[in-house]
Nanobody, 115 residues
Framework: QVQLVESGGGLVQPGGSLRLSCAASGFTFSTYTVNWFRQAPGKERELVATITAAANTIYADSVKGRFTISRDNAKSTVYLQMNSLKPEDTAVYYC?????????WGQGTQVTVSS
C-alpha cells in the first residue's frame, strides 16, 4: 500500500524553526522526485521546494535561503528544514512524490507561525 505521511508541523513563533518529515512506503522512493507544497487559507497550493532522485534541489523565491530540502533514501524520508519562519509561512504543508505518470500525496501537516 502506497503511503506518504507528513509529520513535524506545529505552532512556532516568528523567527523560529521546524523540521517537517515525509515518510514513504509502498513504492521505490529513491527513484521519485519529491516536492513540498503548501496551502494557506483562501490561497492556491504553492510549490515550496523540490528534490530530484539525483538530489538536485529547487526552491521558491519566497523560501530561498531559509528552507532546506533533503532526502534519506535509506529511511525513505524527505525532510524540510524551515528556519527564520514568518507568519506568511503559515499553511498546511503537503509532500508529493512524482515519477512519470505516478503521483502520490500525503495528508498534510499544519504549520502555524504566530506570536
Amino acid at each position: 500500500q502506497v503511503q506518504l505521511v507528513e509529520s513535524g508541523g506545529g505552532l512556532v513563533q516568528p523567527g523560529g524553526s521546524l523540521r517537517l518529515s515525509c515518510a514513504a512506503s509502498g513504492f521505490t522512493f529513491s527513484t521519485y522526485t519529491v516536492n513540498w507544497f503548501r496551502q494557506a487559507p483562501g490561497k492556491e497550493r504553492e510549490l515550496v521546494a523540490t528534490i530530484t532522485a539525483a538530489a538536485n534541489t529547487i526552491y521558491a523565491d519566497s523560501v530561498k535561503g531559509r528552507f532546506t530540502i533533503s532526502r534519506d533514501n535509506a529511511k525513505s524520508t524527505v525532510y524540510l528544514q524551515m528556519n527564520s519562519l514568518k507568519p506568511e509561512d503559515t499553511a498546511v504543508y503537503y509532500c508529493n512524490a512524482k515519477k512519470d505518470w505516478y503521483a502520490y500525496w500525503g495528508q498534510g501537516t499544519q504549520v502555524t507561525v504566530s506570536s
